[in-house]
Nanobody, 115 residues
Framework: QVQLVESGGGLVQAGGSLRLSCAAS????????MGWYRQAPGNKRELVAT???????NYADSVKGRFTISRDNVKNTVYLQMNSLKSEDTAVYYC?????????WGQGTQVTVSS
């Protein structure tokens, strides 16, 4: 199993930046597809971005060009750099690890963008 702990959320003005971190425990991190998801009040949880063990990335259309996902396989950490934040980016952001048919989730971190 992989245990995940997110950090880096907070309150930021529109146009600002935040970097989220997700620290993972467990050797499976290195083979896992890591992802960031978000859930706004009243909405379903949605994919933000994923990164494979080899570094291939995928983004939701709504964040392309503004967000960057990356991973450090030495530190067992995945990051989400968020620039040009908009009020509609306000949500709880969750880290996810998918590997061998298993899914692990972090506890979530709140991101609030004020307009």
């Amino acid at each position: 199993q992989v245990q995940l702990v997110e950090s880096g959320g907070g309150l930021v003005q529109a146009g600002g930046s935040l970097r989220l971190s997700c620290a993972a425990s467990g050797s499976a991190f290195r083979v896992a597809v890591m992802g960031w998801y978000r859930q706004a009040p009243g909405n379903k949880r949605e994919l933000v971005a994923t990164v494979t063990s080899g570094g291939s990335t995928n983004y939701a259309d709504s964040v392309k060009g503004r967000f960057t996902i990356s991973r450090d396989n030495v530190k067992n950490t995945v990051y989400l750099q968020m620039n040009s934040l908009k009020s509609e980016d306000t949500a709880v952001y969750y880290c996810n690890a998918a590997f061998g048919g298993f899914n692990s989730w972090g506890q979530g971190t709140q991101v609030t963008v004020s307009s």
